[in-house]
Each structure stands twice: as structure tokens, then as C-alpha cells.
Nanobody, 123 residues
Framework: QVQLVQSGGGLVQTGGSMRLSCGASGHNSDYSMAWFRQAPGKEREFVAGIDWSSRYPQYADSVKGRFTISRDNAKDTTYLQMDRLNPEDTAVYYC?????????????????WGQGTQVTVSS
């Protein structure tokens, strides 16, 4: 059974940085990973995704140039480094995996989800 366990998150001031981690277990094939977020009253949205080889990371326009997704396949861990945070980044962040090599940006394409972690950026 696949499990995704998130760590990181919390409160940070505008302009600050934070790193989220997502540890995976139970995959029996190569898989792609993504981060989504959901703000109060809004739909869950794609933030960043990374393919198995790490060659083709993808980012939402709203975070491009500020966030960096990476993964360490030896550790089965994916990271989201968030820099220059602003209050609009406040949301619950979720990692997700799918048993395919490529990244897609829609929630329904992902089979497994982390527990979610709150990120709050104060102004």
C-alpha cells in the first residue's frame, strides 16, 4: 500500500522561505510526484510536479521562479522549496503521486495523497 507522509510547513513572514518534504513508501514502479495546494474556499490547484527522471519539472505560473521541486529517488522523498513567499501562498499543501513517468496538472490523475500541511504566510 502506498503511503505519502508530509513534513514541514507552518508560519512564515512575507518574503521568507520554507521547505516541504514528502516521503513515499509502497510504490512498486516508477512514479511521478506533484504538489497541490488548497486555500480556504478555493479548489485544489496544481503547484509543481516532477517526473521520475527529474528532467521535466513543471510549475504553475504563480510560483514559477520562486518554488523549486526536487526529488531524491534513493530516499523516496520529494521536496518543495518555497522562496519569496507571499500571503497568496497561504494554503494547505498536499503531495501526490501517480504510477506513471510523466507529470499532469489535474488532481484526478493522482492516485495517492499526503495528509496535507498548512503553510501560512503573514503580511
Amino acid at each position: 500500500q502506498v503511503q505519502l507522509v508530509q513534513s514541514g510547513g507552518g508560519l512564515v513572514q512575507t518574503g521568507g522561505s520554507m521547505r516541504l518534504s514528502c516521503g513515499a513508501s509502497g510504490h512498486n514502479s516508477d512514479y511521478s510526484m506533484a504538489w497541490f495546494r488548497q486555500a480556504p474556499g478555493k479548489e485544489r490547484e496544481f503547484v509543481a510536479g516532477i517526473d521520475w527522471s527529474s528532467r521535466y519539472p513543471q510549475y504553475a505560473d504563480s510560483v514559477k521562479g520562486r518554488f523549486t521541486i526536487s526529488r531524491d529517488n534513493a530516499k523516496d522523498t520529494t521536496y518543495l522549496q518555497m522562496d519569496r513567499l507571499n500571503p497568496e501562498d497561504t494554503a494547505v499543501y498536499y503531495c501526490a503521486s501517480r504510477p506513471y513517468l510523466n507529470v499532469v496538472r489535474t488532481t484526478h490523475a493522482y492516485d495517492y495523497w499526503g495528509q496535507g500541511t498548512q503553510v501560512t504566510v503573514s503580511s
